[in-house]
């Protein structure tokens, strides 16, 4: 009765959850890019109005010394589990600018999907948690649980702030099952509980030799060249077999277990049309896993960036006093990042070649998580899904890190129930970020059964 | 008598002088930037003007597909010597601006340097012999010698356009000397003979994987980052005894002979100041040759510039879809241009991992030149030199390359006297580049002498 009242509210208010949206997007809330303090401050209490707008009076901005945390609670169920949802509200760079078929901030539907930076990760999946949020307090008389929201502002620039307030505030955000929509379905059709997350280790290199730009004919062949330099020192993390070559990196790591194999060898994917989707000539990865594995569950080390010299058109005969990469290693259980970024400077020092110096900056970094999948929340959270897409979900891991997810372990002794509305090529901090509405609309669905379905 | 009347009128002239090459160094000619073009040819229509005005009625510009060439002559002196001057009107990019401590188009007098970007190449060294030629015309009653002046405004882009207007014009250029001014001196107070100068092979690498950036976490490991394959393939450019590792590379290399290892031993060279002077934390090199053996007559490779990926502040978990890079080799004697090119490309081919298209880039090449020390043209030099230095001038080699001495050589048949006046630590291509005033005087006098000489 109260669920029929609840979906019909859904229903009803399809174009404006949209509309709400659009607006919602169209905020440049990029938290790494100082400029843009003041628009991810915006998002934050645009999130706040919303909340109140829809009953939810203890609705706030909590300051950190970053950008402020939105959270608001509903404790009225005493006796009844609480449920914590968390989101983020910060983006991604849109950089480059020049693959954008429309400009990121300015959100346009393309064949049922919703395109600009953030429409997927997280702005639309953390959106779909509100608006059931919105349906229960407007047509269902209250939350049938208790409800704990905290949204974050800092998730793309590592979550500092959110992980102080975290662990200072244990008690407050205590609760049974937290929930969070920051993931993807396994395919188009096919939802999935996530149950493993690969963790992170992120690295700044800066190589520097000469006191200033060199004239390359004066100067090459008598110093080193940061440039060469640093390819040297990238080119030696992996061998021929796409093996990770640092020392000790791999002796942590749990191998995949035979049910795992077998179920992700069960699952419908394709690797032609990954490849298609992809655009690459072949798959590349680890010699021994299959592409899922090495996607779900296998370490791997990418360059994210890499600069140095003269960029512009034409030659330019410089030898550059100065480069820099920013590279990236993805972690799965049980490597720990920061023994890896022990193991990664130790590497860096003794391939570094003569003449040069090198400093390694030590981005954030998250472990690895993985949950298990026979618990009441993730039978309960299955129901919900088969509610809200009219299926039931597989079980998959994910490649990306979710630093909250381990957060919240530690600190409330959760697991977090990862349902992801999203899709494999919404692009998420690429160009052309999109979100498909109507896994936008069935993720509301999804949310609110799930707070029902927790309830008993 | 004439000689002494030519020197007074330098003598007179030393403020005019200087500010005549300030009013030329703030003309942005930046040959490699579209943007600048009409910026470019307003330096050549200055050439033009001033030498207008000294009396050279036949200065003009010579219109090409790119920049023009200016071109004046003097052919009134039949039965003695032809005399042909050459230098650029162009410049390097300035980039990166943060380093110059003024702006690069706003020459500044420092310590007795004029800063700015061109003040030492080519505009400094060129006008020298403009302000020469106007001292024998307005104070000697002409030119001692017949006299073609041909400066381009391509010599930082390749001199595709010189290369076509030398090889039409080969009677119109015809000539019994060429003269230079694009090098540099040994050292302060040591005024050099340039002898040889190394060749250039500039290439262009740009690796692309997927069809756009990739989510790091969703992607890595199962996809080739060309970010990591492009640090591959540079790093495969050079052994860890700094030698090119391309097959064949070395096949043409024409060893040091035993009298040039012992002059350049004799030359007051300092290790340590070289290393103070460049700041490097040591002197790297191919194995088994001195620094100054590396620089002038040993081949090398150099990454000029690397881009790809995130390159904003803080970090970011992309996997990029295309990376790039500029990167050249100075060749000497006796290795060709196009075969580099052909080595080069096939080394790729065979270092390129697999997963990743590279496409390799073309840019202008030019082979290494050595002259004979022993003529009546650098005869002639070294005592103009000492006539304008106040010392006789040492003889050395170049890392440089100056594409037009091979031009000038292979279609006039005539060596060319490299006559420079600058210093090594002028930071040509580079910030705050910068030309000794002292050394802009002691040079046009020089070049004054130079023309009296070559007519006995």
């Known amino acids: 009765m109260v669920m029929e009242r609840v979906d019909a509210y859904l229903e009803a208010h399809r174009a404006t959850f949209e509309e709400q949206l659009k607006s919602l997007l169209r905020i440049p809330s990029i938290s790494a890019q100082p400029d843009h303090d003041l628009d991810t401050r915006r998002a934050a209490e645009f999130l706040v109005d919303d909340l109140h707008a829809m009953g939810l009076a203890s609705a706030t901005l909590i300051e950190t010394q970053g950008h402020p945390l939105v959270y608001a609670e509903s404790l009225d169920k005493p006796g009844l589990p609480t449920v914590l949802i968390y989101g983020h509200y910060d983006v991604q760079p849109p950089e480059p600018l020049e693959p954008w078929n429309s400009p990121p901030f300015e959100p346009t ?88 997350l690969k963790g992170l280790a992120y690295f700044e290199l800066i ?70 989707q992809t655009g690459v000539p072949s798959l590349e990865g680890e010699v021994g896993y299959t592409t899922l594995e090495r996607r779900w569950a296998r370490p791997t080390c990418d ?73 009441p929340g993730v039978r309960a959270a299955s129901r919900a899904i088969e509610a809200g897409f009219g299926v039931a979900p597989v079980f998959m891991r994910e490649g990306g890190s979710i630093p909250v997810v381990g957060l919240l372990k530690e600190n409330l002794g959760v697991d977090t129930l990862l349902l992801g509305w999203g899709q494999n090529d919404d692009n998420l901090h690429g160009p052309n970020e999109k979100f498909s509405l109507a896994d936008f609309h069935k993720g509301i669905k999804a949310s609110a059964h799930l707070l029902a379905e927790l309830a008993g």
């Open 109 to 196: 539907v393309v064949n049922g999907n919703i395109i600009a930076r953030g429409a997927t990760d997280d702005k639309g999946q953390m959106f779909t948690h509100l608006k059931a949020a919105e349906a229960w307090l407007k047509a269902g008389g209250g939350f049938p649980v208790n409800v704990k929201i905290l949204i974050e502002g800092e998730e793309e620039v590592g979550g500092a702030n959110l992980e102080a307030y975290v662990k200072a505030n244990r008690e407050a955000l205590a609760c049974d099952y937290a929930v969070i929509s920051d993931t993807s379905q396994f395919a188009p059709g096919i939802p999935a509980i996530t149950y493993g």
């Open 207 to 276: 190589v520097t030799a000469a006191k200033s730009d060199l004239h390359s004919g004066m100067f090459g062949g008598t110093v080193a060249n940061p440039l060469n330099a640093l390819a040297s020192i990238l080119a030696s993390l992996k061998d021929a077999d796409n093996r990770i070559t640092i020392e000790g990196f791999y002796d942590p790591v749990r191998p995949l277990e035979a049910w795992e194999r077998a179920e992700f060898a069960k699952l419908p994917f394709s690797e032609a049309d990954f490849r298609t």
């Open 303 to 375: 360059v994210n960036g890499i600069f140095g010299g003269y960029q512009g058109p034409g030659p330019k005969t410089v030898l550059p006093c100065k480069a820099g990469a920013k590279l990236s290693f993805r972690l799965v259980p049980d490597q720990d990042p920061q023994q890896v970024a022990a193991q990664f400077q130790a590497h860096v020092a003794k391939v570094t070649p003569p003449g040069v110096k090198v400093e390694v900056i030590v981005h954030h970094g998250a472990p690895a998580v993985l949950v298990g999948v026979d618990s």
